[in-house]
């Protein structure tokens, strides 16, 4: 979820006070060599709060390329690139960089649980830049 956002454009900021979106994600990783995985995940937002536009509840969807490092148990991070051919609720290009840091914690032998920052930067064809809490679900094929 995000929390916060600047449009370096316009020189406003969004908070969660503004908008409220929902993100849900699904990947796969796999590790290249120890503790460096390479990744892809696709994202699907929706508008939660203020009630959307008819046919913009979908507000971004995008795929995610991505490298992390699991550098110190149970720490990592991730260098994303997203490329959003939906946002804003309409068929609109968006492309972003974003910086992820967190915490992963086993929950089971197979699972795990996340908790983690992201400093997302947009920067095409907007400038924006945020800050997104993350958590979830890992499960080892």
Known sequence: MTLVTRDLDHHTTRSVKDV????EFVGLHGYVVDRVRL????QLTERLWPEPAPGARI????V???????FYDPFFTALVFGF???????EHL???LQAVLGVSLPISKRVRVSVAGEVPWTFYDRHLLGFTALTGIAIRL
Do not use: H, I, M, Y
């Open 39 to 42: 990744g892809l995940n696709l």
């Open 64 to 70: 995610l390329p991505q490298v992390g490092w699991n």
């Open 59 to 62: 507000q971004r969807f995008a």
């Open 20 to 23: 409220v979106n929902l993100s």
């Open 84 to 90: 959003a051919p939906r946002t804003d609720g309409k």
């Open 94 to 96: 968006n492309l972003s």
